[in-house]
């Protein structure tokens, strides 16, 4: 068969599990075909896999759409399976088999919850951070078959759910973290293969997480509530439809559990003489547990999450054992992360495992834990002393590459310890390499950056007391991380705790979800200037709802934050005085090395930042408002982004074209936010490579600037200044730090100086992946696999490589929502081999930058341009070479 469908997706996932409303449908074609186009497609749901009961069949649709389709009129119901397959035809009239099913379970929908939270504290464990066992023990129908069994649970806190003696299911720190008072997430799992009839025994571990732990800078607890609780409906529906349903209620009992402390930045402290075996099993008579309390608490904030909780998603092995100058054993994992360290160990009841967790060795190899700040970042288990045991933290983790073995009974063997890797789970999209090994680090970097601070919110960092959701590091690294991985459902999420987090007049708060606003008494920064709207920060708000229409086609995003992108605009509106603005705290060009000596805020005026972010943010939700056919918002917003814009150049730039702020990052704002006269345009680049030559082709640049810095050169004739600047290996630089060892993108630019002092002990991540966001220029431009907004999620891209930089080949690969685009360019001497792949059912610009020779063109028809050589190609794999002279 030559045409198929490989791989059909539900929002954008293989499967998903705890559903409200019908997913979006899309799905990969593959053929041997060349300008392979869908002309039809036919879809079903079912409920059984054999598609025996069918639910809704579309019918022969003629249309070539095959991504975010969206079906209307299929009522579903509460805790039920569904499948879905979908079968192609094509423009060559070959009709595919059926897809592989894909399949989808329902969450509570408007069944509703008729569990109460329930909790095994007391009100005065409000101050500690012990965790609790709840448990119950039922009986399922023993004279009837269990058909499905569908637990729906949440927490406030964070849980681990069992049954029958095992944890259900591999998500990790659910219910992760949203703004709990308005949006507080439930997790649906199948039990149908592990309930039994007769008894059967369910329960939780609860932690205090988030959401009564001890978080933030300022390190107060309690923001959330006082108590942890636990909510859980199982829904067993028999063979003959009738149904049980188990609910946290009063009946279940619960008790202390061997975790005597658990804290996201702390660690935890795990005594195993406290185990209770098979608490959760049937065959388990326990002491007498206490009854729990049954928790008032608003149930119409908990909504399904179908997708994308923390997962273990990788094990690392040590590399090395060191012992340090000052006699530590310290144990290296190669490679900075977060996660846990897993360990076996045996001894005596009562001897201890403690490990401190920390990123670098200082200049003389000791180790480094000053960067922590007040997070303590270490694990204590206290051994039950039979035979080997084997242990891992649960309600927290660390940001670490090295371990510092404080206690170990017996030898440390690094076989006996293991990193876990956690994150939110999603599908690695862009693969990268070429021949400048430390370039390939460099992706490498931020790959682990994006790794390392994906978990369940878009983190800073994941080492200090920190770990928040800090908008600007977000939104400038949102279209990078979006080619590496498929980030469509984590932003979604995050961004509906942007909008419920979002002040009455439309303000962004620093952080997401908000842990700032009345809890920063003690940082006078906050305290005086506020916790929300700075710029660059809060343009979160509509930056990535954008990316997220730019990188996946969907509008639902864009729907769901049209509010409150809105408000965000208007909010700087009523802030501005003729179309200039800004507010209280701004952060400016955070941590730019223009920055005065010992000062976090970079030398470009805030009022130039936040005017050029206001100029680009209303741009974009012009286009939004387009696309949504919201002709009267896009024509009045287009309108405000042109006002804006002249107001910027009056303000800005002198007469003769001359830009006010002599900054690297104005000039890079100011052309590749548009926001240049086409008259000046020649003279601001010239200016900023000036700029760039006053320090000897090195940025000094911080997170406004950073980002666009390759683009603003790159699109504006500068191509060899943009590799340059990129390939530069001295400090300061991307590449500096590959050099120096690096595994992840730091947050400082001199985090280690090079006479290997420490930046500061104060803000020195060495995780932040922040200047990772230059990866997008690997993608976009060093590869040139670029989307159009006209016709997002790559149904038609366009690909225009920019060979250089000296290197002789570039291979990267962005698995799209309609599948692979690959890039891979060879340069010898002046000649470029190209090979490009293009999937089935969309079509691409290919443009030869600077081709000036067609050598081999595989059949395409090029034609010369401006720029070169162009075409329009349809999917397929193409070969072409072609001369730069
Ligand atoms: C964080 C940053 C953040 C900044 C805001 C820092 O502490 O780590 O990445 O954006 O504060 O100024």
């Known amino acids: 068969m030559m045409l198929s469908v490989s791989k059909l997706t539900l929002d954008h996932e293989p499967a998903l599990s705890g559903v409200e409303r019908l997913p979006v449908m899309g799905w990969k074609i593959e053929s041997r075909h060349r300008n392979v186009r869908q002309t039809s497609y036919q879809l079903q749901i079912s409920h059984d896999i054999c598609f025996n009961q069918i639910v809704f069949d579309s019918g022969v649709q003629h249309s070539e759409q095959s991504n975010n389709i969206v079906l209307a009129n299929v009522a579903l119901i509460p805790s039920a399976r569904y499948f879905v397959r979908v079968r192609v035809q094509d423009n060559y009239a070959e009709t595919s088999a059926w897809s592989e099913p894909a399949g989808f379970i329902t969450g509570l929908l408007d069944s509703g919850w008729r569990a109460e939270f329930i909790s095994a504290e007391k009100p005065e464990d409000k101050d500690n951070s012990k965790a609790t066992l709840v448990r119950k023990t039922f009986e399922a129908d023993s004279h009837k078959s269990i058909s499905s069994a569908f637990a729906h649970v949440s927490a406030w806190g964070i849980y681990q759910l069992y049954v029958n003696g095992n944890k259900v299911g591999t998500d990790e720190l659910t219910p992760g973290w949203t703004s709990y008072a308005h949006h507080l997430l439930y997790q649906t799992y199948d039990l149908t293969d592990i309930l039994c009839g007769g008894l059967n025994v369910i329960g939780a571990m609860l932690g205090a997480g988030w959401y009564k732990g001890d978080m933030g800078f300022t390190r107060d607890r309690n923001y959330y509530g006082e108590n942890t609780a636990l909510i859980c409906q199982v829904v067993i529906t028999y063979t003959d439809g009738s149904q049980d349903i188990i609910n946290t209620d009063e009946s279940w009992e619960g008790d202390d559990s061997p975790i005597l402390f658990a804290e996201i930045y702390d660690g935890e402290i795990y005594d195993a003489r406290q185990e209770q075996t098979g608490w959760s099993s049937q065959k388990f008579t326990p002491r007498v547990w206490r009854p729990v309390r049954v928790m008032a608490g608003d149930k119409t904030v908990l909504k399904a999450q179908a997708s994308g909780a923390v997962k273990q998603t990788e094990r690392l092995k040590p590399v090395a054992m060191i012992t340090t100058p000052q006699g530590d054993r310290v144990i290296d994992f190669g490679q900075n992360l977060s996660g846990w360290v897993e360990f076996c160990v045996k001894g005596r009841a009562g001897q201890k495992v403690i490990l401190r967790h920390f990123e670098v060795l200082d200049a003389a190899g000791n180790v480094y834990l000053d960067n922590l700040r007040s997070a303590k970042q270490r694990t204590e288990y206290v051994l039950r002393g039979e035979g080997e045991e084997c242990w891992h933290p649960h309600f927290t983790w660390q940001g670490f590459r090295y371990v510092k073995v404080e206690e170990y009974p017996g030898d440390v063997d690094l076989n006996n310890f293991t990193a876990i890797v956690l994150h939110s789970a999603m599908e690695q999209t862009g693969e990268f390499s070429c021949s400048s090994a430390e370039l390939n680090q460099l992706h490498h970097n931020i790959l682990w950056g994006l790794k390392g601070n994906f978990i369940d919110v878009p983190t800073d960092c994941p080492q200090r007391d920190e770990r928040l959701g800090w908008t600007g590091d977000a939104q400038i690294f949102c279209r990078t991380a979006s080619y590496l991985m498929q980030t469509r459902n984590f932003f979604a999420k995050w961004l509906t705790d942007l909008r419920y987090d979002q002040t009455p007049e439309g303000g962004v708060p620093h952080v997401v979800p908000d842990i700032l606003t009345n809890h920063c008494g003690k940082d006078r920064l906050l305290a005086d200037g506020g916790t929300h709207s700075a710029s660059a920060w809060a343009d979160a708000a509509v930056i990535n709802p954008w990316t997220m229409y730019l990188m996946y086609g969907d509008t639902r995003v864009l729907e769901d934050q049209y509010d409150s992108m809105k408000g965000w605009i208007d909010f700087m509106e009523a802030h501005s005085e003729h179309h200039l603005w800004r507010y209280k705290l701004q ?214 490589p920019r060979p250089g930089g000296g290197l002789d080949w570039l291979d990267a690969r962005y698995q799209s929502i309609y599948g692979a685009i690959g890039v891979r360019w060879e340069v010898s001497g002046q000649t470029v081999d190209l090979r490009v792949s293009i999937p089935a059912n969309t079509c691409a610009t290919l443009l030869l930058t600077d081709g000036k020779t067609l050598h081999e063109t595989d059949g395409i028809d090029f034609v010369p341009c401006v720029q070169g050589y162009t075409a329009e190609v349809g999917s397929g794999e193409y070969r072409v070479k072609y001369a730069l002279v």
């Open 587 to 800: 952060f400016g060009d955070w941590v730019a090395l223009d920055a005065k000596e010992g000062s976090y805020f970079g030398a470009t005026p805030n009022d130039l930042t936040c005017t050029a972010y206001f100029a680009y943010s209303t741009l974009l939700f012009s286009k939004a408002a387009s696309v949504l056919n919201r002709t009267a918002d896009h024509r009045k917003y287009a309108d405000l982004h042109d006002k804006i814009v002249h107001r910027f150049q009056q303000e800005f730039f002198t007469p003769a074209g001359r830009l006010a702020a002599r900054t690297q990052t104005a000039h890079i704002l100011a052309l590749y936010f548009n926001l240049v006269p086409e008259a000046f345009r020649q003279r601001t680049t010239e200016t900023l490579v000036e700029l760039l030559n006053e320090h000897d082709g090195h940025l000094v640049t911080g997170f406004v600037g950073t980002p666009y810095f390759c683009h603003a050169l790159s699109q504006n004739g500068r191509l060899k200044e943009a590799w340059q600047l990129l390939l530069k290996d001295d400090f300061p630089s991307w590449l500096y730090q590959v050099k120096a060892g690096a595994t992840t993108i730091w947050e400082h630019w001199d985090g280690i100086k090079p006479d290997g002092s420490m930046w500061s002990a104060d803000m020195n991540s060495f995780n932040h992946y922040a200047y990772g966001a230059v990866g997008e220029w690997l993608y976009r431009v060093a590869a040139g696999i670029e989307a159009d907004e006209d016709q997002p999620g790559f149904k038609h891209a366009i690909i225009q």
